[in-house]
């Protein structure tokens, strides 16, 4: 039987909503709700920053790093989520309101409610907005019924182009890190091929 030791623990000043486990680094990064701060640890529980949120942001719920662990993305309970970077925690960039669509994937009205959005997006949206498409209650979906809502969303999401299609439960939690996570990669990569495209090298 396996045991576990604890190495080293760490006194907050409120307690934690959420952290996250830098995949480059031994680098952690909690977030509070109470004050609203995110503060990044060493593993031996030296402080390397902190940063105090936007009251208006509200809790922090979910928080991820970029693969390459240069950027910290922080979901909140607004539905906000915040770009960071690892080194100090200055913020690189805010969206308000989750660029993405959700849909009860039992509810095909909800199914032709996205189609219409997606449309109206295609027409006057910003090209740089990355779409994701959420079936959420998958916790009230039979299997088959759930299978056939996810590749009739699939298909509508390559359709228009969305960043990805993402089964959820608000009320177990299935899927929702992995959507914010989609969100957060889908926005930086087009940060990332915005600077790569407006990069000149002299021959």
């Not at 779409?131 to 299997?143: E, H, T």
């Not at 990805?164 to 299935?174: I, L, W």
Request: charged share 30%.
């Amino acid at each position: 039987m396996t045991s576990f030791v604890l190495a080293r623990d760490a006194k907050l000043g409120a307690p934690a909503t959420t952290i996250a486990l830098c995949p480059t680094m031994d680098l952690v990064v909690v977030a509070c709700a109470n004050g609203g701060t995110l503060t990044a640890f060493r593993l031996n529980w030296n402080k390397l920053w902190t940063k105090t949120l936007a009251p208006e942001l509200e809790t922090p719920t979910r928080a991820t790093f970029r693969p390459d662990g240069k950027v910290l993305v922080v979901g909140y309970a607004s539905g906000a989520i915040t770009a960071h970077a690892t080194e100090d925690g200055e913020c690189l960039r805010v969206i308000t309101g989750l660029e993405g669509f959700e849909r009860d994937a039992r509810d095909g009205a909800s199914f032709e409610r996205a189609r219409y959005w997606a449309e109206e997006l295609r027409k006057h949206g910003d090209a740089r907005c990355r779409v994701l498409l959420v079936g959420n209650k998958i916790d009230a979906v039979r299997d088959d019924e759930r299978a056939t809502a996810r590749e009739a969303c699939e298909a509508l999401a390559r359709e228009y182009g969305m960043a990805a299609y993402r089964e959820t439960s608000a009320k177990t939690g299935e899927g929702v890190q992995e959507a914010f996570e989609d969100v957060a990669r889908a926005v930086m990569t087009r940060e990332m091929s915005a600077r790569e495209d407006a990069t000149v090298v002299d021959a």
